[in-house]
Each structure stands twice: as structure tokens, then as C-alpha cells.
Nanobody, 115 residues
Framework: QVQLAESGGGSVQDGGSLRLSCAASGDIFEIRGMGWYRQAPGKVREFVAS???????SLVDSVKGRFTISGVNAKKLAFLQMNTLKPEDTAVYYC?????????WGQGTQVTVSS
């Protein structure tokens, strides 16, 4: 069992910044990477960012140049720095962590960007 604690969501105006944090606890051995999906009301949940510990990072095209994902492997922490936020970034952001055959999800944190 892995538990994920998310924080950092909130409300900002267009162009503002937020930093999301996600911390894994419990059986954190062999967590290979972490990341975020997001879901706006009435829309499909979409991939946002991921980090493979000791490896590559990935971002959805719509946030490239604005978001940065980073992590601390030894602590199974991940951070999503979100700059130049846009109203279309408004969503519930769900942190995840994965092992080879298991994926674990956080409770979600609301990000609201006002125009």
C-alpha cells in the first residue's frame, strides 16, 4: 500500500504560479516514478507531467515551457512548478506514483486560474 499526499493547489489569476507537491508514504520501495494527471469538469482526465526517478521527465505539449516537474528519488517526492498559468489549466490535479505493475493515486488538489 502506498499513500500519496498532495498539496499546493489553490486559486490564482491568469499568469500566476503555483507549486504542487506530492509525497509518497507506506510501501514506497520500488516506486519508479511519479507525476500528475488533471481533470476538468466534464472532460477526460489527461496526462500532465511525469518523472522517472533517475531518468527522463515528460510534459504534455500544452504546458511545455510553463511547467516543470522535479523529484527526489530517495524520499519519493515530486514537485510540479506551474508558471504562467492559464484558465485552461483549471482542473483537479491528481498525483500518481507507480511501480512496475501498480499505480497509486492521490486525492487530488484543485487548481483554479481566473481570467
Amino acid at each position: 500500500q502506498v499513500q500519496l499526499a498532495e498539496s499546493g493547489g489553490g486559486s490564482v489569476q491568469d499568469g500566476g504560479s503555483l507549486r504542487l507537491s506530492c509525497a509518497a508514504s507506506g510501501d514506497i520501495f520500488e516506486i519508479r516514478g511519479m507525476g500528475w494527471y488533471r481533470q476538468a469538469p466534464g472532460k477526460v482526465r489527461e496526462f500532465v507531467a511525469s518523472i522517472v526517478f533517475g531518468g527522463r521527465t515528460s510534459l504534455v505539449d500544452s504546458v511545455k515551457g510553463r511547467f516543470t516537474i522535479s523529484g527526489v528519488n530517495a524520499k519519493k517526492l515530486a514537485f510540479l512548478q506551474m508558471n504562467t498559468l492559464k484558465p485552461e489549466d483549471t482542473a483537479v490535479y491528481y498525483c500518481y506514483a507507480y511501480k512496475l505493475t501498480n499505480t497509486f493515486w492521490g486525492q487530488g488538489t484543485q487548481v483554479t486560474v481566473s481570467s
